[in-house]
């Protein structure tokens, strides 16, 4: 991927020094996120306070993109809940399919947006969402990749 600019800037920023990261005091609510196919293993805590985010935290072996996704989608997470996290992780979605140019709730992650010209790497963005979202619902586990 040669892209740059904001794209590059914040998912290099984010990958040498993901914010959040680390692990909650317990209670929390986690899951895990799996690709197996690209290596991103993923592991997502939540504190849930009268239906909303209150703590995040992440920590895994990923690669840049899926790193930076997690970082950033901690400040958007906070204070939402799982019904705003549903329509942030499908404005996302649309995003970084080149569906929409720009969502303004989403913040920081906008930059993401250059992934419409990779979709091999959507995955990758789409996992920490996905991984939370299987947190917040109390399942285990998470991933973004197609059975065979």
Do not use: W
């Not at 989608?73 to 499908?90: Q, T």
């Not at 419409?116 to 959507?122: G, H, N, T, V």
């Amino acid at each position: 991927m040669s892209a740059s600019g904001p794209y590059r800037d914040i998912v290099l920023d984010h990958h040498r020094a993901p914010r959040r990261r680390g692990r909650l005091a317990p209670p929390v609510q986690a899951a895990e996120g799996v690709n197996a196919m690209c290596g991103d293993q993923l592991h997502i805590e939540v504190r849930v306070e009268q239906g909303r985010v209150v703590a995040y935290a992440f920590e895994g072996t990923c690669c840049a993109i899926a790193t930076a996704t997690a970082s950033l989608l901690g400040d958007c997470a906070l204070g939402c809940d799982a019904d705003d996290l549903a329509v942030l992780e499908r404005r996302f979605a649309a995003l970084v399919a080149g569906e929409i140019v720009e969502a303004p709730e989403l913040g920081a992650l906008n930059a993401l947006s250059e992934l419409a010209r990779y979709p091999a790497r959507r995955k990758c963005a789409l996992l920490p969402f996905a991984t939370l979202a299987a947190a917040l619902r109390g399942e285990p586990h998470a991933t973004t990749e197609v059975p065979a």
